[in-house]
């Protein structure tokens, strides 16, 4: 009887919300993962620990900015597909950091892709590209088309990775390929992400009477999503036989503002408790953006139909439990 040859799969950035999530959805659908972390630091394997998924994945330290340790990670697995999420991802940090933001964010892409076309060419490759690529947009939805005008330089970072990715595809005839996903939470969110800080500050604070939520611009809008369903879409982009490149979104934007008085509402939380500071606005920012993700739904298959206050219910049933646990410990 012939057996089906597992998948590998490389995950960079794996210690991310996302990577963790996603390493989960590969696992049931029986792939080989490889991890792959700047250092094997306990923290980076904490989201995974969380999912008890852990232990079912190597992991591998690899400089993404050496090219010659990527070329011989490639040489010791060869694997099938590649996820890059790894990146400095905070916007306000790529303004206080916006050599190392720029730096890290092109040149670990580019040698990536060198190091397919050199070793493996038929390897299949997912860049985790960004809404934020878009910026300053006139026409909305966004669709993969619509001219981009990044205003940080975390998103000048993901529009040349973005257009490095494409080229590779085209020049070289890679298959590579960019998900541009929009704004996208879950209990596992770094604690610097506004929702997150939000959901944790709110629940941990409920009786604190001398708590006070500070946030920056909380008029603008944005597209939000939940993180376990957008993986999929990430597995679905590198399942079809020509690669592509894919918005995926939620179709509709809310405004920050209405999460916090949806949050405060759900906690019994005066509006009283929510402070404006100005040492959160950053220079320059998005005021509304939201996607058409009808392409990745009518070409993926792929399957969306979560209302933002949905996703908001689940989030803050698992961080009122999580901060149960830790009080009981």
């Known amino acids: 009887m012939n057996k089906t040859k597992l998948k590998t799969a490389f995950i960079t950035g794996i210690s991310g919300q996302d990577g963790a999530y996603l390493s989960k959805l590969l696992l049931e659908k029986n792939y080989r993962i490889v991890g792959i972390t700047r250092n094997n630091h306990a923290e980076n ?39 890059n999420l790894a990146a400095q991802s905070s916007v306000g940090l790529s303004f206080k950091q916006p050599i190392g933001t720029i730096n890290f964010n092109i040149v670990s892409v580019l040698n990536l892709l060198e ?6 060419a038929d390897i299949r490759l997912y860049q985790a590209s960004s809404s934020e690529m878009y910026g300053k947009v006139t ?16 998103a000048i970072s993901k529009a040349s990775a973005h257009w490095i990715v494409v080229n590779y595809r085209e020049s070289y005839g890679l298959y590579a390929c960019n998900g541009v996903l929009f704004n996208h939470e879950s209990f596992l969110r ?15 604070n409920q009786n604190n009477s001398d ?53 405060f509402a759900k906690l019994n939380i005066s509006i009283d408790k929510l402070v404006i500071d100005d040492n959160f606005i950053r220079p320059t920012d998005i005021e509304d953006i939201y996607g058409d993700n009808s392409p990745a739904k009518d070409k993926l298959g792929w399957k969306y139909e979560l209302d933002f206050f949905q996703v908001l219910d689940i989030l803050i049933e698992e961080e009122i439990a999580s901060f149960l646990k830790e009080s009981h410990e």
């Open 45 to 83: 394997l904490e989201k995974l620990k969380q999912l008890h998924i852990a232990d079912s994945i190597i992991m591998e330290e690899c400089d993404l900015l050496d090219i010659s340790s990527v070329i011989s990670l490639i040489n010791k697995y060869m694997p099938d597909e590649i996820y």
């Open 115 to 120: 190091a397919i076309r050199i070793i493996k």
């Open 139 to 154: 026409e909305l939805p966004v669709t993969i088309n619509t001219p981009m005008h990044p205003l940080s330089p975390y």
């Open 190 to 204: 770094s604690n610097g992400f506004f929702v997150k800080k939000v959901l944790q500050e709110t629940v941990r």
């Open 211 to 263: 708590w006070v939520l500070k946030v920056g611009s909380i008029d603008i809008k944005r597209d939000f999503g939940y993180s376990p369903n957008y993986v999929e879409a990430m597995w679905l982009m590198l399942q079809v036989e020509n690669a592509d490149d894919f918005i995926i979104c939620s179709g509709k934007s809310i405004t920050l503002r209405s999460i916090i008085e949806y949050v």
